[in-house]
């Protein structure tokens, strides 16, 4: 049985020292997730967003209408 490691990439428009979000796209046709985390502390917890809903959370990041988390 072989075990599935997330591949993390940070996007191209993020700034160094920025607020930055990684992202690890690659097990959402497996898994059907995308995994999502701080880059500046990868060591803490993983936000797992349904593949199906991940435009809709990156529109809500985007608008700021998500919140403090």
Do not use: Q
Request: charged residues 20%; hydrophobic residues 40%; proline residues 6%.
């Amino acid at each position: 049985m072989t075990i599935e490691s997330p591949r993390w990439f940070k996007s191209s428009y993020s700034e160094n020292g920025g607020a930055c979000v990684e992202v690890a796209a690659d097990l959402a046709a497996s898994r059907g997730v995308v995994h999502t985390r701080d880059s500046k502390r990868p060591a803490r917890k993983v936000l797992r967003v349904p593949a199906g809903s991940f435009p809709s959370f990156v529109a809500g990041v985007k608008a700021g209408t998500l919140g403090a988390v």
